[in-house]
């Protein structure tokens, strides 16, 4: 499961400022779940992301992944948890076997069981056909799959993916969002991203809106149709944004 | 991290390195080739260096301008004049008078001058000087020839007799061209 209490982060820009990325965002994930972060870019989602897979330290507020703290247990949270970033990098000049087998021993993953979890993921992101060509030679669906095997060889009940279907045709979106899903009926925590609406009312059991670092809403889709009296989840998600920027004007008015 | 850890990294390293084809070439296929070849190569032209100098031979002139004339100073002289005739395919003359004329018309390959100074402390210093034309193979040739004679002699056979002139080995002076 993910605990995630007032986390902040702020980054120093060039001209000396300091910008807030993530502000006091709080919101949990637990097993059996898919939750999704919705955001505009820039809104602080792959920061969040970040943090709890331990490639960021918050400046305040606390995180947890499985109960290990995302600063004090890196280690601990790394072991019980699957990272899938938007910009993985790939080495092309292996195949995606050796790939996968290097990212399986680096997690310590005996190697029968890393065989038969190649064997598990090639089956069901449909990768036999690609599994020994070397990585160079793919297409970016194809990459994908490849890092997204990689992200969960040593099959860890935590999941985060950040925008796993950016860029992918239709086909390969279809097959990765029937594994996010599947891995939560597999009894597995997911919190994943992305900027396709339809994706997020498909999978998201609950979804949860940042804008400018803040949450800006959290709960069920239809929580949130009975609340915006709107259907469409890009309607719902517009009509958010623009009551927070509604609520802004007003506040900067009101100061 | 672990040494297990840094093994497996190693391995997928090694595995990337291996794989690379311009890499590899640079690394190692290029070395292999290069070396062989540029090893080869300077053999070459340094064998064909010898073989011209070993056709032509090199006449040196030996010029004496020698102010303090004692048995020790002419016994120097003598034996760097003696040191010098014994380099195969040279011919060591006494300079003549219009020494530096036929040096100018190509008849000399180079002008040995033995000369002494007082130094610092009013001691005399015997100093070796060797004009040569360092712009082609065969003048760098000369060079190389008398002055790995002179520096081998000088530390050798007579360095009692230098070191009680007060001469060193390192006083000894070249001038190009």
Redesign the interface.
């Known amino acids: 499961m993910i605990k995630v209490q007032s986390l902040v982060k702020e980054f120093i820009q060039k001209d000396g400022t300091s910008f807030r990325a993530v502000d006091e965002v709080t919101f949990d994930a637990s097993h059996n779940e898919i939750v999704c972060l919705l955001g505009v870019n820039g809104a602080g989602k792959t920061t969040t992301m970040r943090i709890l897979s331990t490639i960021f330290e918050p400046n305040s507020g606390k995180a947890e992944v499985e109960g290990y703290d995302v600063v004090t247990e890196a280690d601990k949270v790394r072991e019980n948890l699957g990272f899938l970033s938007g910009d993985t990098g790939l080495y092309q000049r292996l195949t995606p076997r050796e790939f996968i087998t290097y990212f399986g021993r680096l997690y310590a993953v005996p190697e029968d069981m890393i065989e038969r979890r190649i064997r598990e993921m090639s089956e069901i992101l449909d990768m036999d056909e690609f599994l020994d060509k070397k990585i160079e030679f793919l297409s970016s669906g194809m990459k994908q799959k490849v890092s997204i095997a990689r992200s969960i060889i040593h099959n860890p009940p935590v999941m985060i993916f950040d925008e796993p279907t950016s860029g992918l045709d239709i086909l390969t979106s279809r097959n990765i969002v029937s594994f996010i899903r599947d891995c939560r009926n597999d009894g597995k925590c997911v919190l994943f991203s992305t900027h396709i609406m339809r994706e997020a009312e498909r999978l998201a059991d609950r979804i949860i809106m940042i804008h400018k670092g803040k949450v800006l809403k959290q709960g069920s889709l239809a929580e949130m149709r009975e609340e915006t009296n709107l259907s469409d989840l890009d309607d719902i998600f517009i009509y958010y944004i623009n009551q927070a920027n509604g609520e802004l004007k007003v506040a900067a008015n009101e100061f | 991290m672990n040494f ?2 840094a093994i ?2 190693y391995k ?1 390293e090694m ?2 390195l291996f ?2 084809k311009r890499t590899l070439f640079t690394t190692i296929i290029l070395p292999v080739i290069l070396y062989p070849l540029l090893f080869v190569g300077f053999s070459a032209i340094m064998r064909r260096q010898v073989d011209v100098l070993e056709k032509r031979g090199a006449t040196i002139a030996f010029q004496d301008s020698l102010s303090i004339r004692t048995p020790e100073t002419l016994a120097i002289r003598d034996s760097i004049y003696e040191d010098l005739n014994k380099i195969e395919h040279f011919k060591i003359i006494p300079a003549p008078s219009v020494v530096d004329k036929l040096y100018q018309e190509g008849e000399l390959d180079a002008i040995v001058t033995l000369k002494d100074s007082l130094n610092a402390t009013q001691k005399p210093v015997l100093k070796v000087f060797i004009r040569y034309d360092g712009s082609g193979e065969k003048g760098m040739m000369v060079y190389q020839k008398l002055e790995s004679r002179l520096l081998e002699n000088l530390t050798k056979d007579y360095n009692s007799k230098i070191r009680s002139f007060a001469y060193r080995p390192a006083d000894h002076k070249t001038s190009g061209n």
């Open positions: 297990k850890k497996i990294i997928k595995l990337e794989r690379d």
